[in-house]
């Protein structure tokens, strides 16, 4: 694994949108809708799938010790580890998912980026929701309709906003020469 001093900055500075958007919310319920999705999904546009995780990872790391970069301007080992931990975790799997779909296919074939979208976002509900569950003790149909439904909505439209945006940028940061489709330095 080379990382240079490019992927570096890149890095940095999507870990910074991370932090700048996770904060923000709408509280609908024991699990607000943040922004940090959205974010997510601009990091693996914007640097492929592999930087975008270790981005992610970054923006965790910095709010488990304590940087209130979470929902709510929230940080800390209580957060990470409480009853929304686990979709805190679960954007790893996010970008990882979203990512692979993202990388592989041209932004001619937007539709597979979306389908990877939205079996990232599946999975960080199954992993969100059964953590949720565990920790709350509560039933699945009680957990889906605090956890899963009411977000349905705001998720699809921050898929839509991020494709936009994404491939926007994708598309410039390739014509420039600075990366090429997969968010290699050239």
């Known amino acids: 694994m080379n990382l240079t001093i ?12 991370c932090c700048i ?15 940090s999705t959205l974010a997510i999904f601009l990091c693996v546009y914007v640097l492929g799938t592999r930087d975008a995780v270790f981005a992610v990872g970054l923006y965790i790391l910095l709010g488990l010790f304590g940087l209130p970069v979470f929902s709510g301007f929230a940080g800390g080992f209580a957060k ?5 931990g686990g979709y805190i975790v679960g954007y790893l799997f996010l970008a990882v998912i979203s990512g692979w779909f993202i990388d592989r296919f ?5 539709y ?16 969100g929701t059964a953590w949720f569950m565990l920790l709350m ?26 494709t936009a945006l994404g491939i926007g940028v994708r598309t410039a940061l390739t014509k420039s020469g600075l990366v090429d489709y ?5």
């Open 112 to 127: 597979l980026h979306l389908v990877g979208m939205l079996l990232g976002e599946a999975v960080l509900y199954v992993f």
């Open 21 to 35: 958007l996770g904060p923000f919310t709408v509280p609908i319920g024991p699990v607000p809708v943040s922004l």
């Open 106 to 110: 041209p932004a001619k074939r937007i």
């Open 182 to 186: 997969a968010g290699n330095e050239r």
């Open 6 to 17: 490019r992927n570096m900055t890149g890095i940095a500075i999507m870990t910074a949108l």
């Open 137 to 162: 003790q509560m039933p699945l149909k009680e957990a889906l309709l605090l956890c899963v439904v009411p977000f349905i909505p705001f998720d699809l439209v921050k898929m839509g906003l991020a």
């Open 80 to 84: 990470v580890f409480g009853p929304t």
